[in-house]
């Protein structure tokens, strides 16, 4: 084809881009292309108003049924290998958790003589551990697959958490939480970068809003289960209730470690996932570029003082210290509730309210950050919220229904954690191993926050009342706010500063490096195009930088 034959298509097309100069516009408008026109196409080819308006409704629930038909299959595949392995692998995590809280007052307490300090000393020695491994496992996955390095951490946490049923002092539950917390540490950080690398901004805020949403499942279905478990279980083989709590947990887990092997793809550009074909890669490698993100590199002593030099980090986890100390422990609800002399059910049943809550509002504002393509804003409106609980328990003798409320709005603001999450993934698109330092960051700075702000603010003895507790929440509350205004303020200043082009998602794009990626992961820009995506290419024709359309665009 001519070059006076690909002009008049191109001007057919609306495609306005000059030849010299500015293929590198085009290029970035079309790999913008590859996420909006599936969402375009997918409404816009209905053949009904009934049917456009369901599909319509359908999609403002989940996005994937706004888009076209190839879209829409890659997004199922992703949603049911990535999304629900992660979401099982941090349910069962979030219910070992959970379910300190409920053993305690469900006998735990009585049988192992536990009077003192003792049920925050075991939430500490397990982020003592946590701390221990989230940095170190993060260099570990930059050199080895996470796909083999996060399912077996998996397997022996599942070993760990049954040696919990068996144990006779606190002691040996000091140990064992210890090193729950240690392996456990591979999980979480690894997940939100895999999240952030295989969906893009219109898809991610509602996802990480469920997956993190996950710690309110397992505790809603920790309730139920200690509930249940107490009625039908206590006694049985010689065993407390709340012992067969940690034997379920090692019993459910194992299976899904075991999935992970199959399910975990790692990045898009290093992926050797067997349920994705050859041409699903491809269409990630797109997706990914498209966005800005760049792919895994490994994590060297340079790349870590570039990073310590870098207010980038400062900036994020600023927010992540003055959010850490916002709330009171989630088991200042149930002694609450236990306070008031209610049945051991109830107290392990009530509170699973405000994790509905959690669940209900996390993905409310997580639909509407991503349909707005904001985080900020929800995030301060998120901290107001948890102001208000404080002050109510600040105040402390208001009536019952008030009461239940403040204990109910760290609930009801916990999007703002999620939306934070997504987030940081965001703003830290040009760096995989980053994305995956801020992650380990924050789960390490918070845990070791949560290792001794409840010993000096909400100690277990003044419970539920708080000498001062609430009235430190509510100064942490109001210092983050201020975190967040600083991150926002310094991460505009900085792309004023360099210059930078933002696509319409906000995120810098390098309109090369699509077929860089392509190459880089044995693909390259000569083998299978996909039929429905457009492929645009720069060639060299006759000392000029042309473009190539694909047949479809031709014709």
């Not at 303020?489 to 082009?501: I, N, Q, Y």
Request: with cysteine; aromatic share 14%; charged share 20%.
């Amino acid at each position: 084809m001519t070059l006076d034959a690909i002009n008049q298509q191109r001007q057919g097309l609306d495609l306005e881009t000059a030849i010299d100069g500015g293929d590198s516009e085009l290029k970035t408008s079309r790999q913008a292309d590859v996420i909006n026109r599936s969402t375009r196409s997918g409404i816009q080819n209905e053949g009904n108003s009934v049917k456009r308006g369901l599909v319509r409704f359908v999609s403002l629930l989940w996005d994937s049924f706004g888009k076209d038909a190839q879209t829409q299959k890659y997004l199922h595949k992703i949603d049911l290998f990535i999304l629900i392995y992660v979401m099982l692998s941090y349910l069962i995590k979030s219910l070992d958790n959970t379910n300190i809280n409920n053993a305690y007052v469900s006998g735990m307490q009585e049988d192992l003589a536990l009077y003192g300090n003792e049920l925050n000393l075991f939430a500490t020695f397990f982020n003592m551990g946590y701390l221990s491994g989230s940095i170190p496992f993060q260099y570990i996955v930059s050199h080895f697959r996470p796909s083999i390095i996060v399912p077996s951490c998996e397997l022996v946490w599942s070993g760990l958490v049954m040696l919990v049923a068996s144990v006779k002092s606190a002691k040996s539950v000091y140990v064992l939480r210890y090193f729950i917390g240690l392996v456990e540490a591979a999980a979480f950080p690894v997940f939100m970068q895999v999240l952030g690398s295989w969906y893009t901004p219109e898809e991610l805020g509602k996802r990480v809003a469920i997956f993190d949403m996950c710690a309110n499942i397992a505790a809603m279905f920790s309730g139920y289960l200690q509930a249940g478990l107490y009625t039908s279980f206590n006694g049985r083989g010689g065993l407390a209730g709340w012992r067969w709590l940690f034997i379920m947990d090692g019993v459910i887990s194992f299976p899904i470690a075991l999935l992970g092997f199959y399910c975990l793809p790692d990045f898009p550009t290093n992926t050797r996932a067997r349920w994705l074909t050859k041409e699903e890669k491809e269409f990630s490698i797109r997706r990914f570029a498209a966005v800005g993100k760049k792919g895994p590199r490994k994590l060297t002593l340079r790349r870590l003082g570039q990073y310590v030099l870098s207010w980038r980090p400062y900036g994020c986890l600023c927010f992540v210290c003055t959010a850490s100390g916002g709330d009171a422990p989630s088991a200042s609800f149930n002694l609450w509730l236990k306070s008031l002399d209610m049945s051991i059910q109830k107290v392990n049943i009530i509170p699973t309210a405000a994790n509905a809550c959690a669940i209900g509002s996390a993905f409310v504002f997580g639909s509407l950050s991503d349909r707005t393509r904001t985080r900020w804003p929800w995030i301060i409106f998120g901290e107001f919220i948890r102001i208000s609980g404080n002050v109510i328990l600040a105040v402390w003798n208001v009536n019952y229904s008030s009461k239940f409320y403040a204990y109910l709005a760290p609930s009801l603001a916990t999007f703002y954690w999620t939306l934070w999450l997504s987030w940081s993934q965001e703003a830290f698109q040009d760096d995989a191993e980053f994305r995956g330092l801020v992650m380990a960051g924050a789960n390490t700075i918070g845990p070791a926050l949560g290792a001794f702000v409840p010993l000096l603010l909400f100690p277990t003895e003044q419970a539920p009342h708080y000498h001062y507790g609430f009235y430190a929440a509510i100064a942490f509350n109001t210092a983050t706010i201020g975190s967040v205004l600083l991150f926002h303020f310094l991460s505009k200043r900085e792309a004023k500063k360099r210059g930078r082009v933002y696509n319409e998602f906000g995120l810098t794009v390098d309109p090369s490096y699509e077929a860089e990626l392509l190459r880089e992961s044995g693909i390259g820009t000569d083998g299978y195009h996909s039929r429905e995506e457009p492929v645009i290419e720069e060639v060299s024709l006759n000392q000029k930088n042309a473009v190539t359309l694909s047949e479809k665009e031709v014709n």
